[in-house]
């Protein structure tokens, strides 16, 4: 296994355009590493080159200690493992998984230990004669793993394996792709588009905007503390609400009405003029249903859609934004690849709430979560 370091890499294709644009990410020996963003940021073009199927424009590749960009794909020791699997259908499993070793004329009784070592850890065992189309996805995904384990490559490159299979499934392999990757405990880089993907699969997570690194941190941080507008509207779901804000004294003035936030928080966006807020849709709560309403304020407001889930509760609020706003939430549609802000305030209740459409609803909010951005420049002030 190995590190991998990627320092101010750049990729330019022909008339100058950057598609990546001076990247550093440092993926430790044994991480799981994501690299996100929406269609164009230059996720993939970033992972063909840690694999060599791409040429580096500028910076430094290195995988372990060793700089790599000029070296050819085979030398890099590196198994990708892609959205088809790319297993031979004439093939067993016993033989796809083989196959690498094969080619390297490795001795008949070393193939055969080796394949069934990978495959006792890839709970394969009991399927080694069968043929990839009769296996799951899920099984699928772990033949094409196997042939990388007994090539005993230093890391695993995955170029958005999941996003041929339906939700359900999606939803499986993540879990499966988590207990192997922490069992084998490899080196992984993996590219999605899929925030959600992101946040479960990966020990940290590298944010990308048109082939710029914005943000490199656990999922937990990019969550609670988003350097900038783009981040926080990519990750999560629903997506954080953003609204016009001012700040005075310890208050955010919003649409709504005055939230308190933590001095700390206001402090650094006084002074500033209009602020965009970003609130989670959870970070409110139905005021007749909190009992503890600490470290928030209530506003009225009149809902104009529910969505009752069960366990939980949407509830919609439109309001109107000044233009600045307004231009900077398509600004951010553009940039999220057309993904929809809207100009209304989306609050996830619990589902116990009986807030109903078209009456006036009392709505605690978290003042403790209030984000503020600065609307020009989009950095996350607080
Ligand atoms: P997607 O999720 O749509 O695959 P991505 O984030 O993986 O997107 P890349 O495929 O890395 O994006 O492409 C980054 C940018 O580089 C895009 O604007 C793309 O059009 C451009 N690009 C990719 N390959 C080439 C090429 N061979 N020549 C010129 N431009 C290219």
């Known amino acids: ?17 950057l598609a990546v644009n001076d990247v550093s990410i440092d993926v430790q020996d044994g991480e799981f590493m994501i690299l996100v963003g929406p269609s164009g940021c230059g996720k993939s073009t970033l992972l063909r080159m840690i694999v060599g ?38 093939l067993t ?12 004329h490795v001795p008949d009784a070393e193939i055969d230990r080796k394949v069934r070592d990978a495959s006792k850890t890839l709970e394969l065992d009991e399927h080694l004669d069968r043929k990839p189309g009769n296996l799951s996805g899920g099984q699928r995904q772990r033949v094409a793993m196997g042939r990388a384990i ?45 925030q959600t993907e992101a946040m479960t699969l990966g020990d940290r997570v590298a944010v990308l905007k048109r082939g710029v690194l914005q943000q490199l941190a656990t999922p937990r941080e990019l ?32 649409p709504f009405g005055a939230v308190d936030v933590p001095p700390e928080r206001a402090e650094k966006a006084a002074g500033k003029g209009l602020l965009m807020a970003g609130i989670r849709p959870e970070n409110f709560e139905d005021a007749s249903v ?8 209530t506003f009225r407001a009149e809902v104009d859609v529910v969505e009752w889930l069960g366990n939980e ?69 607080t």
């Open 53 to 90: 199927l791409e040429d580096i424009t500028g910076g430094e590749m290195m995988i372990g200690d060793k700089l790599v960009n000029d070296l050819a794909p085979r030398d890099r020791n590196l198994a990708m493992v892609f959205q088809n699997y790319a297993l031979y259908p004439h």
């Open 150 to 194: 007994v090539r005993e490559a230093d890391a695993f490159l995955f170029d958005e394996p999941l996003s041929n299979l339906d939700a359900k499934l999606r939803g499986q392999m993540r879990t499966e792709i988590t207990r192997l990757q922490k069992r084998l405990g490899i080196t992984t880089v993996y590219v999605t588009h899929d």
């Open 1 to 17: 296994m190995a590190a991998i370091d990627m320092k101010n890499i750049v990729k330019e294709y022909g008339d100058g355009f």
């Open 313 to 381: 509760t949407y509830a919609y609020i439109p309001y109107e934004a000044p233009p600045e706003v307004e231009a900077q939430l398509r600004q951010l549609e553009r940039d999220l690849d057309g993904e929809t802000m809207h100009t209304q305030l989306v609050v996830s209740l619990d589902g116990s709430s009986r807030i109903k459409a078209g009456e006036d609803a009392e709505i605690w909010v978290d003042g403790r979560k209030v984000q503020l951005f600065d609307p020009a420049s989009g950095d996350n002030l």
């Open 290 to 297: 909190r009992t503890d309403k600490g470290g928030g304020s």
């Open 223 to 254: 969550y609670e503390n988003p350097c900038n507008l783009f981040v926080a509207g990519f990750i999560g779901s629903p997506p954080m609400n953003f609204l016009p804000a001012t700040v005075e004294g310890n208050t955010v003035k919003l």
């Open 93 to 104: 499993v016993y033989e796809n998984i083989a196959f690498p070793l094969r080619l390297a």
